[in-house]
């Protein structure tokens, strides 16, 4: 049994940081890599970064580069997200996925293995 939540979602102004987590309840949490994707109403969900089980090789989007960092703490079964310097389009709900076996790269392309949370909601207005 795999429980993904997310977490860290809030109102935040252009400009600002935001700090998300995705913790698990799942054994071996290390053995997992993990993907972080938003979804706006209407739009599919989108790939923003991913990160493989040791947290030493990672795999960000385009418009992800230079803004966003993830990171892992595989002592506390947790992904973080951190996000700097938040446009008006990084309002999206944000989910995290997770994945055995997988490599940073491979979590860009949404699998049925893939175990997800519900989201949390980032929104960036003035």
């Known amino acids: 049994q795999v429980q993904v939540v997310e977490s860290g979602g809030r109102l935040e102004q252009p400009g600002g940081s935001l700090r998300l987590s995705c913790a698990a309840s799942v054994r071996s949490f290390s053995n997992y890599a993990v993907g972080w994707f938003r979804q706006t109403p209407g739009a599919e969900r989108e790939f923003v970064v991913g990160i493989n089980w040791r947290g030493d090789s990672t795999f960000y989007a385009e418009f992800a580069k230079g803004r966003f960092t993830i990171s892992r703490d595989n002592a506390k079964n947790t992904v973080y997200l951190q996000m700097n310097s938040l446009k008006l389009e990084d309002t999206a709900v944000y989910y995290c996925?997770?994945?055995?076996?997988?490599?940073?790269?491979?979590?860009?392309?949404?699998?049925?293995?893939?175990?997800w949370g519900q989201g949390t909601q980032v929104t960036v207005s003035s």
């Open positions: 996925a997770l994945r055995p076996g997988a490599n940073a790269q491979a979590m860009s392309v949404m699998s049925p293995s893939d175990y």
